[in-house]
């Protein structure tokens, strides 16, 4: 049924994005296996996507060998695609700049991004943010930050150090929010974290609510499924919503089988009336495990502006 479903889909999808997060590994040949498991199925789907959106966790550890090569592994890979790529940094990216915080910060994979041509990450280091566009809808993607002399870095949607000299306020959030609610279109978002109501950490993200009435869906990443020593209670949760909002967040991780449960990424479909499909993938056993069709309109901004006043 799901693959018929997503046969269908394709067939009336306008636009039509893989998103996927969370390879992080500490060792090459792990991310080799993970990678190659994802890219083979992307290829025996016959690569259904016109963007490819990363959030987040590509690499892991200190090793500045091994974070090179992780880095080229994945160039390759996925630049042999010849798709544009949307990268919102995680957590996992700062490893190396948290190990070495006397020296100025390093990045590997954000910085490879953010020089790849047709590739696009935040401009600067210490951008929250960066706005894209899927056809005529709004993308914002939610980024981990870190200050350009690593005086401050934000991972975990918190401040993990140097919170006297963090420049943000929540008056630069509400900034953000009100940029947003201009937009006139559907909104999507993306982050590495979800808000609040997601699996995992949401505090500084929880700045940005309430989220305006043009908001539709958030992809985050971050809380690998399967993964029961963080996951916890919601080790199998997919869906959920934002706490005080109708609108769905959707857990795309993780692009591996180690931590996680398996190689896991999601399929996202824009159709031109407006509506979405969204088709979760196990690369592992090359199946679509579920469809989930989000209401075309969600409720009015209401009650969750009532909330947060």
Same mark, same amino acid.
């Given at each position: ?72 592994? /994945? ?15 995680? #957590? ?70 140097? /919170? ?7 008056? #630069? ?101 407006? #509506? ?34």
């Amino acid at each position: 049924m799901f693959d018929f479903l997503y046969q269908q889909s394709l067939l009336r999808a306008v636009h039509k994005v893989w998103i996927l997060s969370d390879l992080q590994q500490g060792n090459p040949e792990n991310t080799r296996r993970c990678l190659s498991s994802g890219i083979e199925d992307f290829h025996l789907l016959g690569c259904p996507a016109e963007q490819i959106w990363y959030l987040g966790d590509a690499v892991e550890g200190a090793d500045p060998e091994h974070l090179k090569a992780m880095c080229a592994l /994945q160039e390759k890979a996925f630049g042999d695609l010849s798709i544009p790529l949307c990268y919102a940094t995680g #957590n996992h990216d700062y490893d190396y700049s948290r190990a070495h915080r006397e020296q100025a910060p390093w990045m590997p994979f954000y910085e490879m991004v953010r020089d790849h041509p047709g590739w696009h990450t935040a401009a600067h280091c210490d951008d929250f943010y960066f706005r894209w566009q899927l056809g005529s809808c709004p993308v914002y993607f939610l980024c981990d930050h870190i200050a350009p002399d690593n005086s401050w870095c934000v991972t975990h949607s918190a401040v993990r150090w140097g /919170q006297e000299a963090y420049p943000y306020t929540q008056q #630069n959030a509400q900034q953000l929010r009100s940029l947003m609610a201009l937009e006139t279109q559907p909104l999507i978002t993306c982050a590495h974290y979800g808000f609040s109501g997601c699996n995992r950490d949401h505090a500084l993200m929880d700045n940005l609510l309430p989220l305006p009435a043009t908001a539709r869906i958030h992809f985050y990443g971050h809380s690998h499924i399967g993964d029961f020593v963080w996951g916890k209670k919601d080790v199998y949760r997919r869906i959920c919503w934002v706490d005080w909002h109708d609108i769905p967040q959707i857990d795309v991780s993780s692009f591996e089988n180690i931590r996680g449960e398996h190689c896991r990424s999601v399929f996202f479909h824009l159709y031109e009336d407006g #509506n979405m499909g969204i088709f979760f993938r196990n690369h592992d056993t090359h199946r679509f495990t579920e469809a989930y069709f989000p209401a075309r309109e969600n409720c009015p901004e209401g009650w969750s502006e009532k909330r947060f006043k």
